[in-house]
């Protein structure tokens, strides 16, 4: 028999996955039920009919990814060296993802673990005074700049700047697979993942507290994905400072 602990913990479960379904439904004008793969072909296919705004944003995301690199370079090297001097292994830690289209690509991160102590899947999620994490770890995590080396991916056209996050695969959260945890959530792979996205500027970044965490995660990923638009984009690189500074911000 289930202890009471347990109990609320799947009915909590059960709660939010019926609350998401019928709102992520209507969000994406999904009726539901629906499978998964139906739910991503469509998505997918409301995407591609946007040609104007994919190619802008390509171009734009080439840029932006070229001017940013040359420019952060003395800051890339600072963190590189800082990295391979205070703990054993490389700069750079590779972990493969998923990308648009449910594909799994490559993507990279300054290392900001002990070698051996990071897990290479992923799936165990970082905790608050994670001991896995290095000091010039805690650091580069606490303002983000661990990110930075996914400006290659941008290039290489693995990432966007903008886009929902990029997960490791088998992600779970809350001891659930995502992909059970949340209807729909194949959808999210319609476009390219980010580096910074809606999900980010609203505060849904790092630990995760609940499924209600969880949910509001990809939630925000499907939001972004419907009203997809240039403007949206520089609106959430414009608040993307400040979110990480406050924690979150209103978008």
Known sequence: ML???EKIREETIARDR???STRHARALSIATPIAHADAFIEVEQAIESKTLFLASKRALDIVGASVALVALSP??????????TTS????????????????????????????????????AHTVEDDPRVTR????????????LPQLINVLKGDMSIVGPRAQVMGMRAVG????????????RHAVRP????????RGYRGEIKDAEHAIARID??????????????????LLTAPSVVLGSVSC
């Open 3 to 5: 202890q009471p602990l």
């Open 18 to 20: 019926r609350r998401v």
């Open 75 to 84: 800051v890339l090297l600072t963190i590189a060296l800082a990295i391979v």
């Open 88 to 123: 054993k292994g490389p700069a750079l830690f590779k972990q493969t993802r998923y990308g648009r289209g449910h594909a799994p690509f490559t993507l990279y991160k300054f290392r900001s673990m002990y070698v051996e102590r990071q897990d290479v899947s992923g799936i």
């Open 136 to 147: 010039v770890g805690r650091f580069i995590r606490r303002w983000y700049l661990d990110e």
């Open 176 to 187: 659930v697979n995502y992909e059970d945890l949340v209807p729909n959530y194949r959808a």
């Open 194 to 201: 980010g580096i910074t996205g809606l999900a980010q500027v």
């Open 220 to 237: 925000a990923d499907l939001e972004y994905i419907q009203s997809a638009s240039l403007w949206l984009d520089l609106k959430i690189l």
